[in-house]
């Protein structure tokens, strides 16, 4: 067993531990949560979000280091998409609950999202071979892609630098039938659609 736990390692290409890297940003900012959350030490809030896109930087990079050293694969494909559903799914929705989106409808859309950013990946991984026919090259994406959840963890950086997080989160809290939300969570219903959007198409760069 341990000689095939070394072989699977020697099996990775330099770009897979990239990827690992934007893995492990994204499991750092849920356990940076955590530590807010058990505390309300701001500065942890600060790392949560600092940590994705930080994660972000390890995707851009794991994709241009296989391209420069020829060595995309499946692998590859599969290790980036389990990583940017914990770096650009889990995470952003984690920091959204710690920020104070934590009623029944907020803690639903919540789910939705992550549940679209997964749906989307696996869209993409199944249909990537058939975007690339031609060219052997994917032109575009169907639906935003995941990483664009950045922009949601940036807000929140913004609403805590604010102070206008917890009790005092932007637009503040309705109560709708037997549970309450937050209007904000919204803005993460709207981000989930537009990645399962097939509409919605954007150029790879």
Not at 7 to 35: E, P, Q
Request: one cysteine or more.
């Amino acid at each position: 067993m341990e000689r095939r736990h070394f072989t699977m390692i020697r099996g990775f290409a330099m770009a897979d531990w990239f990827t690992l890297a934007n893995a492990s940003c994204g499991t750092a900012a849920v356990f940076a949560v955590m530590w807010y959350l058990q505390g309300s030490d701001l500065r942890a809030f600060y790392v949560a979000c600092a940590l994705v896109p930080a994660a972000l930087v390890f995707d851009v990079l794991d994709g241009r280091i296989a391209r420069w050293r020829h060595q995309a694969s499946s692998l590859g494909r599969e290790l980036d998409s389990l990583s940017d559903v914990i770096s650009f799914g889990v995470a952003p929705a984690a920091i959204a609950y710690g920020a104070g989106m934590q009623g029944l409808w907020d803690v639903a859309i919540l789910l939705y999202f992550v549940a679209c950013g997964v749906s989307r990946l696996a869209r993409y991984n199944v249909t990537a071979e058939a975007m690339s026919a031609d060219t052997g090259k994917v032109k575009y994406f169907e639906g935003t892609p995941i990483p664009s959840s950045v922009l949601l963890v940036l807000m929140l950086a913004f609403a805590a630098w604010q102070g206008r997080i917890g009790a005092e989160l932007w637009f503040g809290v309705l109560n709708t039938g037997p549970a309450h939300f937050h209007p904000l969570v919204l803005l993460w219903a709207l981000s989930g659609s537009l990645m399962i959007s097939k509409t919605v198409r954007i150029p790879k760069l």
